[in-house]
T-cell receptor
Framework: DAKTTQPNSMESNEEEPVHLPCNHSTISGTDYIHWYRQLPSQGPEYVIH???SNVNNRMASLAIAEDRKSSTLILHRATLRDAAVYYC?????????????FGPGTRLSVLP | DAGITQSPRHKVTETGTPVTLRCHQT?????MYWYRQDPGHGLRLIHY???????DKGEVSDGYSVSRSKTEDFLLTLESATSSQTSVYFCAISDRDTTGGHTGELFFGEGSRLTVL
């Protein structure tokens, strides 16, 4: 299975943009790129996902490199509530959603 | 928030006793999953279900069994709990998209913390 590499931790200041990187050099052509986050003492929650093109939603933007070997999750304006562990996940196509592999993720701290 | 309820939320038990964790959903989603989360391992899939009475093993299924007799309930059973099964257990649900494939979006419950002494 293709693996992802993320920094263990990052810091950001409140109200500033945050760019969370993810390397996935062994990604295959059909792997989806997913981002989830886990707030303290909660289950993970979906943030965004994409295949080839950049994606935007109300929570964040996903920028995917042209060769797809890396991606960046962009939080446009960090708030204290965005402090969480962020997981970058490659998911090969499946029928039942059984191929999500969660790694250790990046722990984001947001400073007031 | 997705309607997912896990019970119990906290349990302490002794080695060798049976334990059942329940996941209840009100979303009528087709797929349900049980994960465990341990320090240094992230979340790992134990079992999943793709319909009533349809289940399959995940990455770390040894020592666990599951059952799904109704769309809304997915039970995880530890027949004889061991200390290595001390963990936080998360239930998740998801559904099909309009093309019949997977939506790509998992919704997680709040977790059940199990301690096996």
């Amino acid at each position: 299975d293709a693996k992802t590499t993320q920094p263990n931790s990052m810091e950001s200041n409140e109200e500033e943009p945050v760019h969370l990187p993810c390397n996935h050099s062994t990604i295959s052509g059909t792997d989806y790129i997913h981002w989830y986050r886990q707030l303290p003492s909660q289950g993970p929650e979906y943030v965004i996902h994409g295949l080839t093109s950049n994606v935007n939603n109300r929570m964040a933007s996903l920028a995917i490199a042209e060769d797809r070997k890396s991606s960046t999750l962009i939080l446009h304006r960090a708030t204290l509530r965005d402090a969480a562990v962020y997981y970058c996940i490659l998911r090969r196509p499946d029928n039942y959603g059984q191929n999500f592999v969660f790694g250790p993720g990046t722990r984001l701290s947001v400073l007031p | 928030d997705a309607g997912i309820t896990q019970s119990p939320r906290h349990k302490v038990t002794e080695t060798g006793t049976p334990v059942t964790l329940r996941c209840h959903q009100t979303e009528n989603h087709r797929y349900m999953y049980w994960y465990r989360q341990d320090p240094g391992h992230g979340l790992r899939l134990i079992h999943y279900s793709y319909g009533v009475k349809d289940t399959d093993k995940g990455e770390v299924s040894d020592g666990y069994s599951v059952s799904r007799s109704k769309t809304e309930d997915f039970l995880l059973t530890l027949e004889s709990a061991t200390s290595s099964q001390t963990s936080v257990y998360f239930c998740a649900i998801s559904d099909r998209d309009t093309t019949g494939g997977h939506t790509g979006e998992l919704f997680f419950g709040e977790g059940s913390r199990l301690t096996v002494l």
